[in-house]
């Protein structure tokens, strides 16, 4: 029983479309720009830590992650792979970023200090990405020449390799691009006449690294594309979505003309009919307000709505349409494009989201299936073939 999945809910990661997506990427960027893998929020949901190998061996040059427990998690598993946190880091627990010799990104002149202080303390060297905030008004310098003679005194600093100097782009649209884009060349080439060079300049994410090509620099920071989740307009790459998430049907009621569905009888019956029950809510990650009629599984190659409210842990569908429909039949939820099911994408227009946040917002109850290209659809054969 050691490897029973033990839940009919599941997510399903196709590792063969996550080494696709990222070869793709590398592809894209071209030898001379190293691929920072953004795996924050458990890599959108795929699993962080099991999907990293997949992402080194295929072209990643080190892996992005928000915060230090992430950049943990990740360099316990495997000390070797680069990790890089993108967030800031309270003073307090800068002794674990350079103990685990994890790339820190800096956007003040005392943080430098502490980490200058604490690589003396034990003998090692904090590598930092220095962040310039171009306009995003997140996280970085202030775009004022106080902030470049700052920048200056980290890089004289001893202990410090200020590997990286980047920015973030707000995706305006292509003229604030350009002068977040202008504001940032500006700084760099004024740094480096102050003497401060940087081996990774750095701007661009997953919709920027493919629609403008001039703005990769020397690296590119891409999460979204990994997985098969296209942001893009003017360019194009070919990736796709690796995530499925699926279920069985766990009950089935038959409810009479007039009677009601779930909480607040929100739904009711307006001729006698089959309800499914479905083993999934919103604490696994579903979008509650995708409840009563505004989504849709599939099940027997059909759409069936889901009806009434969305429970925590369940859900009832109308099987009116599917009379075949049986305890233990298949159903996708996210289907990733190879069937008739709602996409990643598809599901996020439904519920008035990114398609990040459908993806990230996947809770660890699901078990994560990985998997291999075709082992997906067998998986459903098999179950098919065992049910007859
Ligand atoms: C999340 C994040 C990215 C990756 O964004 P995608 O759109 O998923 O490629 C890049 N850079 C920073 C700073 C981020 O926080």
Redesign the pocket.
């Given at each position: 029983m050691e490897h029973t999945i033990l839940s009919d809910t599941r997510i399903l990661i196709d590792l063969d479309r996550i080494a696709g997506n990222m070869r793709a990427v590398k592809n894209m960027a071209g030898p001379q720009v190293t691929v920072a893998a953004?795996v924050?929020a458990d890599a959108y949901g795929h699993g962080a830590a099991a999907i990293a190998p997949t992402l080194m061996e295929n072209g990643a040059g080190l892996l992005a992650v928000?915060n230090l427990a992430e950049a943990l998690e990740l360099k316990k598993a495997y000390p070797q792979y680069p990790v890089f946190i993108?967030g800031l880091t309270p003073d307090r627990l800068l002794p674990l970023v350079v103990e685990y010799g994890i790339i820190q990104t800096v956007d003040t002149l005392h943080q430098a200090q502490v980490l200058s202080r604490l690589a003396g303390e034990q003998k090692k060297t904090a590598v930092i990405h220095i962040k310039y905030d171009t306009g995003f008004h997140r996280l970085g310098f202030p775009a004022v020449p106080k902030s470049l003679e700052e920048i200056r005194q980290i890089c004289a600093l001893p202990g410090i390799d200020a590997q990286g100097f980047y920015s973030?782009l707000a995706l305006k649209d292509d003229a604030s691009n350009k002068a977040q884009f202008t504001a940032f060349m500006e700084a760099a080439d004024a740094l480096k006449q102050m003497g401060c060079t940087f081996r990774f300049r750095h701007i661009a994410?997953?919709?920027s690294g493919v629609d403008d090509p001039e703005y990769r620099l020397d690296m590119i920071?891409?999460?979204?594309?990994l997985y098969g989740l296209k942001?893009f307009h003017r360019g194009t790459l070919a990736i796709r979505q690796a995530l499925t998430f699926r279920t069985r049907i766990s009950h089935i009621s038959h409810v009479k003309k007039g009677e009601g569905v779930s909480y607040d009888y929100v739904w009711t019956a307006s001729q006698d009919t089959r309800v499914g029950t479905l083993p999934f809510g919103y604490a696994d990650g579903y979008p509650r307000c995708l409840g009563n009629g505004k989504g849709v599984v599939l099940i027997c190659g059909k759409r069936v709505p889901i009806i009434g409210v969305l429970c925590m842990d369940q859900c009832m569908v109308d099987l009116t349409g599917i009379p075949q429909a049986r305890v233990g039949d298949e159903v996708i939820i996210y289907g990733n494009g190879s069937d008739a099911a709602p996409d990643i994408q598809e599901i996020s227009q439904l519920a008035g989201t990114n398609k990040?946040e459908i993806a990230a917002r996947l809770t660890r109850r699901p078990p994560r299936v990985y998997i291999h290209g075709d082992q997906c659809a067998e998986e459903s054969r098999d179950k098919r073939e065992a049910s007859l």
């Open positions: 953004v924050k928000a993108m973030h994410d997953s919709i920071r891409t999460g979204a594309l942001g990040n």
